[in-house]
DNA sequence: CCCTGATTCGC
DNA sequence: GCGAATCAGG
């Protein structure tokens, strides 16, 4: 994947709305959150004030153990679900959770079946180990994604995971639900 | 362990 | 220029 001028630009607008390295990376799909933080510091642009480690000051010279035997085996990413165009609210601040209407979404509507509380996250806030079940209308503002732990590499929790995978016999007494 | 950004340096 | 490896910290 190259630095293309609309990937660039896409860049350097997450990275002012305060994205993290890892959720731009994401985002912008087919490179690490490291090339995201190696780009940012390319372009010169403002790193996070005082974000992260405040290594700031005392930088080791973390040095290398000259090359590098990389496994280089979990490489495939999920795929970033990228055609999802952006909700409605599209600024991180905007889709920041609410408690009190994770509450009210979790007794209203899933009141009687044995569901996992979802964690009501947005797709930024999706990270490899967070269940990336869809819930509710993409095309509404309370879309969110399931965002329990998600076990290994598995894209989704164990409960989704169920739905997603379960053989033909299990999925045929098993009313659709969602 | 999860994550964050910062840095180095082989490529 | 790129970004994995690594560091340093929350």
């Known amino acids: 994947m190259n630095w293309t001028d609309e990937r660039v630009e896409k860049l350097k607008r997450l990275w002012a709305e305060g994205l993290s390295a890892s959720q731009i ?3 912008l799909g087919g490179v690490s959150r490291n090339a995201v933080i190696g780009k940012v510091h390319r372009l010169n ?3 996070r004030a005082k974000a992260g480690g405040v290594a ?6 973390a040095k290398r153990p000259a090359v590098a035997p990389r496994p280089a085996t979990f490489a495939s990413r999920v795929t970033p679900a990228r055609p999802i165009a952006r909700t409605v609210g599209a600024t991180a601040l905007q889709e920041e959770i609410d408690v009190d209407t994770v509450r009210e979404i979790a007794v209203t ?3 009687n079946v044995v569901v996992p509380i979802s964690k009501q996250l947005a797709l930024t806030d999706l990270t ?3 269940c990336k079940w869809p819930v509710g209308d993409p095309l509404k ?12 590499a598995s894209p989704y929790c164990a409960y989704h995971a169920r739905l997603a995978y379960q053989p033909v016999h299990e ?4 009313a659709a639900r969602a």
């Open 25 to 27: 990376a994401a985002q």
């Open 56 to 61: 700031a000051a005392s930088r080791a010279p």
């Open 141 to 152: 503002d309370d879309f969110h994604f399931c965002g329990c732990e998600s076990p290994d």
């Open 109 to 111: 509507s899933k009141g």
């Open 171 to 174: 999925r045929r007494r098993t």
């Open 128 to 130: 490899e180990r967070t």
């Open 45 to 47: 642009l403002p790193g």
